[in-house]
T-cell receptor
Framework: GENVEQHPSTLSVQEGDSAVIKCTYSDSASNYFPWYKQELGKRPQLIIDIRSNVGEKKDQRIAVTLNKTAKHFSLHITETQPEDSAVYFCAAGYSGAGSYQLTFGKGTKLSVIP | ETGVTQTPRHLVMGMTNKKSLKCEQHLGHNAMYWYKQSAKKPLELMFVYSLEERVENNSVPSRFSPECPNSSHLFLHLHTLQPEDSALYLC????????????FGQGTRLTVV
């Protein structure tokens, strides 16, 4: 089955700096890589995702990169703000015919210091 | 509330109790999931239902019993739980079994005493 490793487990940055979270996965069949943000006491919310036919995707201050050869993908947050403080989860899975499911990383607790 | 709704938000139960968690989705999705979220662990997939048929059961103990009466509702029946079952239980839905973009509910915080 799929195995997803996520690093670091905690990350503190100064407001305005960039934050990078990295994930690796094991199953080369995976083709869907979402990132979720979970604020304290709230539900995980999808913030960005990437599929294996693209290498990079941006949405305002958030970007995700994917390297299928190396089986790793990363989340980049630029110009961080205090409201970016949360736990971020990466996941990997196969979206298509078959019986695949999302496998999640352990999460990264991001703290943005004002 | 739109999206995925879970009730109750918090639940405290004794080890001999029987209780049920409820999930309802208003997104027109055909697949629904139960996840367990424990501290310092990845989200653990427990059950998957597609069009009301259980398609995945990831070695979950029988003290957890899911039920999916229709594509909008999902239940998790609990009985004779252990303290280590205390966790946040999250329901999610996706458009279909093959389109796995998951939308989560807010979860039920379960404490077993």
């Amino acid at each position: 089955g799929e195995n997803v490793e996520q690093h670091p487990s905690t990350l503190s940055v100064q407001e305005g700096d960039s934050a990078v979270i990295k994930c690796t996965y094991s199953d080369s069949a995976s083709n869907y890589f979402p990132w979720y943000k979970q604020e304290l006491g709230k539900r995980p919310q999808l913030i960005i995702d990437i599929r294996s036919n693209v290498g990079e995707k941006k949405d305002q201050r958030i970007a995700v990169t994917l390297n299928k050869t190396a089986k790793h993908f990363s989340l980049h947050i630029t110009e961080t703000q205090p409201e970016d403080s949360a736990v971020y989860f990466c996941a990997a899975g196969y979206s298509g015919a078959g019986s695949y499911q999302l496998t999640f990383g352990k999460g990264t607790k991001l703290s943005v210091i004002p | 509330e739109t999206g995925v709704t879970q009730t109750p938000r918090h639940l405290v139960m004794g080890m001999t109790n029987k209780k049920s968690l409820k999930c309802e989705q208003h997104l027109g999705h055909n697949a629904m999931y139960w996840y367990k979220q424990s501290a310092k662990k990845p989200l653990e997939l427990m059950f998957v239902y597609s069009l009301e048929e259980r398609v995945e059961n990831n070695s979950v103990p029988s003290r957890f019993s899911p039920e999916c009466p229709n594509s909008s509702h999902l239940f998790l029946h609990l009985h004779t739980l252990q303290p280590e079952d205390s966790a946040l239980y999250l329901c999610a839905s996706s458009p279909s079994r093959t389109d796995i973009e998951a939308f989560f509910g807010q979860g039920t915080r379960l404490t077993v005493v």
